[in-house]
């Protein structure tokens, strides 16, 4: 009798946090290996990553821009602003995340795919702090709070 196969486990991007933040599968393991992707580099959105992929073959290696990465609970923070001008009222609604000491402006979308005080490692750029790709933190060790 043959033993059952075992599934491979991939390590996929969670597919609600990779919509709303716009990053691949392929921007998520060059962040884990602590780098930029060339989509990244150029801000191409990931439905461009297939028909690129031929380029990147083609292209020489360069340098690739590093990553920092930030293991921290989500901080999600809303507030909203009214202003008022003649004869009109706006309403303004802010959304920010705070991961350790760090903090984001974000969309509604990627307001609402974020869960407050989960672990996540999040990947972000040196220079403008911009977050390139998250992922949530399967087993987080006991000492870390």
């Known amino acids: 009798m043959t033993e059952p196969k075992k599934k491979r486990l991939l390590d996929l991007p969670d597919r609600q946090l990779a919509r709303a933040f716009g990053f691949s599968a392929i921007d998520l393991a060059a962040n884990r290996s602590g780098y930029m992707s060339l989509p990244q580099q150029f801000a191409f959105p990931p439905s461009w990553q297939p028909l690129l992929r031929w380029i990147v073959d083609w292209l020489p290696q360069r340098h690739m821009p590093k990553v920092d990465v930030i293991r921290a609970r989500a901080q999600l923070q809303y507030a909203q602003y009214q202003t008022f001008a003649f004869q009109r009222a706006d309403l303004r609604e802010v959304f920010t995340v705070q991961f350790g000491t760090v903090t984001f402006k974000l969309t509604p979308k990627q307001y ?8 996540y490692d999040v990947y972000i750029t040196n220079d403008s702090q911009t977050i390139l790709s998250l992922e949530r933190v399967i087993k987080v060790h006991p000492d870390f709070h």
């Open 112 to 119: 609402r795919t974020l869960m407050q005080d989960v672990m």
